[in-house]
């Protein structure tokens, strides 16, 4: 599938996912701009043709360039795809902002929530842009990691929007048959669901880590996917997002895919080390790790029980040891599904 006229489309954030984005909007033969923190990675695709740090076995086609300046970058855009790091992005998208048009399409491709003021990612950007203009804006989740859609595997997204043409234009223009995207209008169970899963996910990883099997791993999908449901309806969400691509999918994929980040931090707790030894050898961002501390208190801010979002949050800033947060957990009272 591709479509009939190239686009000038940004991608910001020059990580696995974005370099992994940026190739799915060139293999729609658009004029695709990714823009990279370091110059060593933006020198490296513009000369070799591959992300040095992040997907280094991927060719780079020729409609793919990289960038360190964010007003080149942005410069005639139809689409900016933002793939920073969730607490990064209010950084970025105000370094963004003199540089977008009322026209442009902002897809929002981060997972997570922004510590201290609890916001979605779409509304940093929205709280960003408030005194220039109000952005088109969407969403992009899913099952999706980013070494497969770089392989070209089959992949299902879902991409959300309050405004029906950017969600149908972001689906047009992004769409291969590999690379299927489903629109919809519930942003906020689109976000929910793509940020607590990463928490779940660590929780996965801790019992792997502990030696635990497989019926621990389904308990703690089935329970996290209840976690996330309870929170994502008490935000406004819809539960038949919560139970698609962007909640039970990306749930089920992260909590058991061997290239979670996510659950190999849990792993690695769960097998006894400390989580800055952890985060110190991991080139890119383990989401969930920052995430849990904004779900934590959204779910006490919403008074919403996420027993599993507690006991990581305990494992993660109350020093509380791996096993006795798995025990805490799966010693709690006998109750009804």
Known sequence: MTTSKKKRIAVIGAGSWGTALALV??????????WAREPEVAAAIQRQHRNPFYLADVTLPENLRATTALQDALDGTHIVIIVVPSHACREVVTMMRDFL?????????AKGVENDSLMRMSEVITDVMRDHFAPRLAVLSGPSFAREVALGDPTA??????????????QRELSLNVFRIYTNDDVVGVEIGGAVKNVVAIGAGVVRGLGLG?????AIITRGLAEVTRLGLAMGAKSETLAGLAGLGDLVLTCTGALSRNRHVGVELGRGRKLAD???EMREVAEGVKTTRAIYQLSQRL??????????????YEDKPAQEAAQDL???PLKRE
Not at 157 to 163: F, I, T
């Open 330 to 332: 799966m010693g709690r």
């Open 278 to 280: 952890i985060l110190a």
């Open 303 to 316: 008074n919403v029980d996420m027993p599993i979002t507690a006991s990581i949050h305990a494992l993660l």
């Open 214 to 218: 497989t019926n621990t791993v389904a």
């Open 25 to 34: 909007a060139a293999r729609n033969q658009h004029d695709v701009r990714l």
């Open 157 to 170: 997204v879902a991409v959300a929007s309050l405004d029906a043409r950017c969600v149908e234009e972001v």
């Open 101 to 109: 048009s009322a026209e442009t399409i902002l897809v929002s491709a």
